[in-house]
């Protein structure tokens, strides 16, 4: 689902008049004569589930608040897939309404990313999900008191074992089964993937002018391959200083070499649309600003408001198919279980 | 869909084994020669929808934490859904961490209650709804600024409109969506309701006998129709004073009646296996205090073990088929949204 109303009914008039033929003739005579293969970008596909109980598993996982010392954070409140899969706040809300250090990036499509987290510091989404669980300005639990949680929970404990075949409940399977829900939370079928394979009336000239210009400025030397982003790690203010508050160093808090400070992972521009606001501070509200201030800074270049408003259409094209889901019912707690105290 | 993952096994082993049919017949001879009318509890129905575009868009502010100050908290974060419709917390965590002032009730067959909130003091859901986002205590918001929120977001105007015929978008058309869900959120066919309906093999000799034992110790008194409460307001410690450091004063605050000090309106018994911990302080945890506290304060009886483990029991059959839903996908911010600042 894309989230313009519009869309549809362009596509359909589009399809069904005599004016709209002519209009997509010439998007058609517009489009680069190249296939798929040359562009800097690749469409995503939608993930194949081959674990499904550890996927419904990590699912509720994903949306249990218990994973946190106050019993009301869970990883959706940060990552809420209702909202793209992010909280839409500059910098996050921890336990006791601690003041996050950084922009929480979208959990959606992370599995292409090539690291996790804006510094890049875990290798892969496993490793990732048992950070905020124990970071004490997120979900400021332990590894083990999430544990001992979950297996004072006679339908968890049930549910860990059908899903790994063995007893031991410990926050490996809790972190793996949680990746495995992650993994699944792509998002395929963007209007500008239909373009990608071949449907040249998927996005509108202005769309692809501002894709034109995406390309031919340099944005996708960064922000490059299916996920758009999340291949490398760059330098923020790379032609100009960017100016912040915001004390994240990047890479080298994770390397140790100077040389990679206020280098981060070049986020992802799917569904860019709905993961404001933007930048690992969160300082940009919009697309536009985000727009102009990475040819500023990064590109050494001024955009125009046509050009800026051009590239914006095009990003808003990247918007893909949203993680249908049923919301999950959580197994209650036994008499056994701890009883989070937020307030103390 | 009930909790107790052993259920569906055992009603199967009932019907299929010699000495299962052997059971079922003691069970029937146990059950009272009495129609369903004769009972003091009533079963609840399933929700029949008749404005299924009003209930999709009260379900997205629901989960549309843009109703708080934070951006942060929506209706889900206390009533959560994944959790029987409530926090599973004492009281509820409330903007910056404030602690509530009273536990979250449940959301679930909330439309079946005389009136809103442990107190009264709504008297209906829609009227209810409008409480928390203007309490500066939970979502601290203002009723002007949700409806400047959904004003500036096109696709949540196009759907007022679609909803309500005119473009008026106040808060009465927001609170009223949201009530129109909530009045969705019933949970029929608990294994006590089908009892109730006839089949007399829905629950076990265990919990028939705690179903009689709340009915002859006077517990229905106050827990009766078909939400097992929510007809009146009780004082709480009607035999004994109950001791608590919650400073609620119930019934007396909203009528000015010093006689009603202390009263407070009669929470439901379905899903209560989910919506621990209880009473108005959420200062018991388990159903065996809570059972056993409302024994001593209320009916100056102090149950056995294996009586209390059998009023439990039957507590347990309580549990209906939550609702079942998609996750919402939210309508993104626009570029006019005043962005949330949690932090102020």
């Known amino acids: 689902m894309t989230h313009d109303p519009a869309r549809p009914?362009?596509?359909n008039a589009l399809r069904l008049t005599?004016?709209?033929?002519?209009?997509?003739?010439?998007?058609l005579a517009m489009a680069p004569v190249q296939s798929q293969t040359q562009e800097p970008v690749q469409p995503i596909e939608a993930a194949v589930v081959t674990e499904p109980a550890k996927v419904e598993l990590g699912k509720k996982l994903w949306f249990d608040p218990r994973l946190s010392r106050s019993g009301f954070i869970s990883c959706n409140s940060c990552h809420n897939l209702s909202m793209g899969g992010s909280d839409n706040l500059k910098t996050s809300i921890g336990d006791k309404w601690q003041k996050g250090p950084i922009n929480s990036p979208t959990v959606l499509n992370s599995s292409l990313?090539?690291?996790q987290f804006w510094d890049g510091r875990a290798k892969?989404?496993?490793?990732?999900?048992g950070?905020?669980?124990?970071?004490?300005?997120?979900m400021a639990f332990s590894h083990d008191l999430a544990v001992d949680m979950l297996r004072s929970i006679p339908q968890y404990v049930t549910e860990f074992k059908q899903v790994f075949g063995h007893d031991r409940l410990s926050i490996e399977e809790v972190t793996a089964a949680i990746a495995a829900f992650e993994e699944t939370l792509?998002?395929?079928?963007?209007?500008?993937?239909?373009?990608?394979?071949?449907?040249?009336?998927?996005?509108?000239a202005q769309e692809l002018r501002g894709y034109e210009l995406f390309k031919g400025s340099g944005c996708v030397a960064c922000h490059n391959g299916p996920n758009l982003g999340g291949t490398s790690f760059q330098k923020m203010g790379l032609v100009e200083p960017y100016k912040t508050d915001n004390p994240a160093e990047g890479r080298s808090a994770v390397t140790g070499n100077d040389a990679e400070r206020f280098n981060f992972k070049v986020p992802t521009l799917r569904n860019v649309e709905l993961t404001y606001p933007y930048f690992h501070d969160g300082a940009a509200d919009t697309l536009a600003q985000a727009v102009d201030t990475m040819g500023r800074i990064q590109l050494g270049r001024e955009f125009s408001a046509q050009e800026n408003a051009d590239v914006v259409a095009f990003l808003k094209t990247l918007t893909?198919?949203?993680?249908?889901?049923?919301?999950p019912i959580l197994p209650p707690s036994s008499d056994k279980t701890v009883r989070p105290q937020p307030f103390d």
Chains 1, 2 share one sequence.
């Open 9 to 11: 009914l362009r596509r």
């Open 18 to 27: 005599l004016a709209a033929a002519a209009a997509a003739a010439t998007l």
């Open 113 to 115: 990313n090539v690291a």
């Open 124 to 129: 892969d989404l496993q490793e990732q999900a």
């Open 131 to 138: 950070g905020p669980i124990a970071n004490p300005g997120e």
């Open 186 to 204: 792509v998002t395929p079928n963007a209007p500008f993937d239909q373009w990608l394979k071949g449907d040249k009336t998927a996005i509108n």
């Open 320 to 327: 893909g198919d949203q993680p249908q889901m049923a919301l």
